[in-house]
């Protein structure tokens, strides 16, 4: 059976950490965020869970947000995984590099896509609400032979 490394992908937390993300990133190995972060409360928080790669989204603007890169490729659980903020930014071909899961943010709309053998991961909003979307962050289990997005729903469906 295969090793898993389960990853925590949050993004759009414009400045709020909610209270329910510590039980859902519960034995995480990673978190990623996907920009938008809008406090380093955030990232400080999140921390407190797992270690964090982040990158900054267009609401990150300051002096704390200028060390964040706008896009990262890192490399968990033997995958290699590129982040930007929003996707319509996308200016390379990630299966041609060998990127197996392309993470992004910005729409406030979970996705779970794959094009090309390439997933597509955007965890939606775990921020404040924005209009009626929905609040969620998505885990990632990625073993040897196969990667498992999963989108989690946070607080009231009001």
Known sequence: MDAVVKIGVISDTHGLLRPEIDAQLDGVAHIIHAGDIGSPDVIAGLRRIAPVTAIRGNVDTGDWAE???????VRL????????HDVHELRLDPGSRGIEVVISGHSHQPRIE???GVLYLNPGSAGPRRFRLPITLATLELTASRLR???HHLGRTE
């Open 77 to 84: 659980g033997g995958r290699s995984i590129y982040i930007l």
């Open 114 to 116: 794959t094009v090309d």
């Open 67 to 73: 060390h964040y890169p706008g896009t990262r490729t």
């Open 149 to 151: 997005p999963f989108i």
